[in-house]
T-cell receptor
Framework: KNQVEQSPQSLIILEGKNCTLQ??????????LRWYKQDTGRGPVSLTI?????NTKSNGRYTATLDADTKQSSLHITASQLSDSASYIC?????????FGAGTRLTVKP | EAGVAQSPRYKIIEKRQSVAFWCNPI?????LYWYQQILGQGPKLLIQ????????DSQLPKDRFSAERLKGVDSTLKIQPAKLEDSAVYLC??????????????FGPGTRLTVL
């Protein structure tokens, strides 16, 4: 209960291709869902925060979707770049606790 | 605005030694978090402060870990004595409000601890 699971665990794509990362959560009650990008050796950086009423939210080449009914979110990356290589972490607050997924490790190859 | 500052960036110690990490959050941020991130895993919350009070320390191994935020600004996290399994990156983060608000959480660069 109150878990966040991400898939795939890792992903390798070619530069310029698109990809979609998945996040399933069981956290309840739900207030918001966050996607973070974490470069190697750095702290996570927020990409987007989605509230219950938001279905889609974009930040440049990143588009997050949320289905609060099925408790699923996805992060779509368009026209990937080498700099997109990082871990992408899904986070869902649970009262005063932030529930982190284990992340998806994305590698973009030239 | 300046980001969350942490020091040191790297620390190598032997088991049973003590170590302390320092964090200076973004100015005006009331909420401060310490996380432990083991390689290949997502961050795990150790302790959360609201100003200088502890909101949640349920996952802090209190027999060896301690943290304080005496003046409600910067914070220190201490491990005494360290164990091999404490090898991890220790992340500090801050936000204007708590997790259930929509305030963005800003992370510092982390301190990578290696216990030999």
């Amino acid at each position: 209960k109150n878990q966040v699971e991400q898939s795939p665990q890792s992903l390798i794509i070619l530069e310029g291709k698109n990809c979609t990362l998945q996040c399933n959560y069981t956290v309840s009650p739900f207030s918001n869902l966050r996607w973070y990008k974490q470069d190697t050796g750095r702290g996570p950086v927020s990409l987007t925060i989605m509230t219950f009423s938001e279905n889609t939210k974009s930040n440049g080449r990143y588009t997050a979707t949320l289905d609060a009914d099925t408790k699923q979110s996805s992060l779509h990356i368009t026209a990937s770049q080498l700099s997109d290589s990082a871990s992408y972490i899904c986070v869902v607050p649970n009262n005063n606790d932030m529930r982190f997924g284990a992340g998806t490790r994305l590698t973009v190859k030239p | 605005e300046a980001g969350v500052a942490q020091s040191p960036r790297y620390k190598i110690i032997e088991k049973r030694q003590s170590v302390a990490f320092w964090c200076n959050p973004i100015s005006g941020h009331a909420t401060l978090y310490w996380y432990q991130q083991i390689l290949g895993q997502g961050p795990k919350l150790l302790i959360q402060f609201q100003n200088n009070g502890v909101v949640d320390d349920s996952q802090l191994p209190k027999d060896r870990f301690s943290a304080e935020r005496l003046k409600g600004v910067d914070s220190t996290l201490k491990i005494q004595p360290a164990k091999l399994e404490d090898s991890a990156v220790y992340l500090c983060a801050s936000s204007l409000g708590g997790p259930s608000s929509y305030n963005e959480q800003f992370f510092g660069p982390g301190t990578r601890l290696t216990v030999l």
